[in-house]
Nanobody
Framework: QVQLVESGGGLVQAGGSLRLSCVVS????????MGWFRQAPGKERESVAT????????YYADSVKGRFTISRDNAKSTVALQMNSLKPEDTAAYYC????????????????????WGQGTQVTVSS
C-alpha cells in the first residue's frame, strides 16, 4: 500500500495551463501503474491519463489527448500531469491513483483497477 498526496490544482482561465503533482510514499513508486482521474459534480469518476511502471506506456482519454501529458520520476517517487489548453469542461476534482503491477509495461485505465488513491485536488477552469 502506498500513500498519495496531490498538489497543483487551482483556478485558471480557459486556455491556460496547470501542472498537477503527486508524491508517492510508503513504498517506492516503481512497481506501480500510476494514473490521474477526475470527477466532476454529479458525474462518475473517469480516467484522464495513466502511465506504466517503466514510463514506457501511457494512456490518455480522448478528451485530453494532445493537451495533457503524464510523466513520472521513479527516483523521486512523483507523478505529474501537465495540463495545457484547459477548457471549462476540464473542471473537476483530480485524483492520483496507484495500482501494483509485476509487469513494468502494464497499463490500466479503469478506476476500479486502482487500489490506492489520494485525497484529490480541485481544478476549476473559467470561461
Amino acid at each position: 500500500q502506498v500513500q498519495l498526496v496531490e498538489s497543483g490544482g487551482g483556478l485558471v482561465q480557459a486556455g491556460g495551463s496547470l501542472r498537477l503533482s503527486c508524491v508517492v510514499s510508503g513504498r517506492t513508486s516503481s512497481g506501480y501503474v500510476m494514473g490521474w482521474f477526475r470527477q466532476a459534480p454529479g458525474k462518475e469518476r473517469e480516467s484522464v491519463a495513466t502511465i506504466s511502471w517503466s514510463g514506457a506506456n501511457t494512456y490518455y482519454a480522448d478528451s485530453v489527448k494532445g493537451r495533457f501529458t503524464i510523466s513520472r520520476d521513479n527516483a523521486k517517487s512523483t507523478v505529474a500531469l501537465q495540463m495545457n489548453s484547459l477548457k471549462p469542461e476540464d473542471t473537476a476534482a483530480y485524483y492520483c491513483a496507484a495500482r501494483f503491477s509485476f509487469n513494468s509495461g502494464s497499463i490500466s485505465y479503469n478506476p476500479s483497477d486502482f487500489g490506492s488513491w489520494g485525497q484529490g485536488t480541485q481544478v476549476t477552469v473559467s470561461s
